[in-house]
Every structure is written in C-alpha cells, then in structure tokens.
C-alpha cells in the first residue's frame, strides 16, 4: 500500500441502495459489492467473492482471533493502485467488524487483473489488522506512529509470507537506511502526524510508517528466531525490542 492510503481517510459511507448484498457465502462472512457509476461483471462478481471466501478460511485458520462474523464492502474506484496490485483497503472498525476494499479501474485498464493480482493480499493484509484489533473507528491500540508502524509492518509481511504478492511500494527503497528510517519514527511524539509520517512526508518520502515496518518486522523475524504467527501476537513494544530497538 501506498501514498494512495491518504484517500481511505474520506469518510466511510455505505450507501444500501447501492449495493449488491451475497449473504450468506458461508457462515460468518458477508462479501457487499458496491456499485454506483461503475459496476462489476458478472464474471468478475464471482471472482471477488470466490478470492474473498477462500482467503477469509486461510486467514481463520492461520489468525484464531480472527472476528466470527466479518462484512468485507467491495468497490471500484478510479484511483491508481498500480505500485499495490490495483487493490487497496482499509479495516474500518472491529465491532462490527467491518473492511472496504477498494479495486482500481485503471489497473492496467483491467480490473480482474487487479482482483488476480492485488485482492487476496489485501484481504490477508487487512483481516490481520481485525485479528489484532487495528481499525479506524475502534482502534484497540493506543496512539503513535510507532505503534502504526509495527502493526502495517505485520500486517503486510503476513500477506506477503501467505500470498507470495510483494510489492515494492511496501519496502524502503534500497538506496535509503532503513535503520535511521525506523529510529527516526521510533523518535517521534506519540502525537506525531499521522499523514505525514504514514503517506506523504515533506521531504518527498512516502509510506515512512508502512516500509518502516516492514524492515523492522523482518529484523524482529530473523534475529528472535520466531514466525510471523508467533510475532503477531505481540504487543508493538515486544515487537520493537526483539527487533533490537
């Protein structure tokens, strides 16, 4: 994920009339197709639901705090996702537990690519933030970007690890430090900006928090000897430190 998270910030409107409701695909999981101007193929319908039921059973038996019952809102957007596999979401609350995903038009001017290509990772991406609690609304976590960090740094290393999408949209680039990356965060005032430091920073960087994350996870990884599972039910702090910070 991207720059382009700044827009999941707009305010989360579900509009009834507009969408298209698949209840029950199976016991627990409501899969919403939102259309207004633009609208899914039938064809591309039952692809969505059938990547979003299948990665829902991998996630429940990897994440056992996964929320029983989960509404996942599906739509197509006109925004470019293409550095995130034209796929991109937010988890907007806990209870109940609710995640928007968003599908780009203008992937590649395909969106079953999009869906092939980006919507299983993010469904993995964003049901691990229910398992942890880590939503919009009712974020069970307290405030920092520190604490952002680490929890979009699981998050994305658990997709990667389970899906094989990797995208370098998510990773500092090679030619930065990732180190004085993640020490300049873990400086910051709980009160720190959040778009600044988690899309677009002044000095032209993108996605501080998110790439930060995603080295500091795999730093936690290699040098504690543990899993992604075993991490994830970790407090950040834990997490940090095991990281060797």
Known sequence: MNLLRSILLVIFVLTINSCNHNKPNKPGLEVVIKEDTNQFSQSQKKAANEIIINAEKKVRGLLPNLPKDIKVIIEIVDWDLNAVGGVTGRTETNNPAIVAIQVSNKFKGDISSALDIGLESTIF???HHLSRGWA??????ER?????????????IFAEEYTNA?????????DADADA?????LGLSKYADYQKWMFKHPDGRTSIGYRSGTFLVRQALSKSGKNILELSNLTPNEIIKLAGY
């Not at 990797?166 to 090679?174: C, G, T």
């Not at 990356?181 to 965060?185: L, N, R």
């Open 181 to 185: 990356w993640v020490k300049e965060i």
């Open 144 to 156: 920092g970007i520190s604490i952002a960090m680490v929890n979009e740094g699981l998050a994305e």
């Open 136 to 141: 919009i609304q009712d974020n069970k976590f």
């Open 125 to 127: 991406h964003e049901f």
């Open 166 to 174: 990797v995208f370098e949209e998510n990773h500092v680039p090679k």
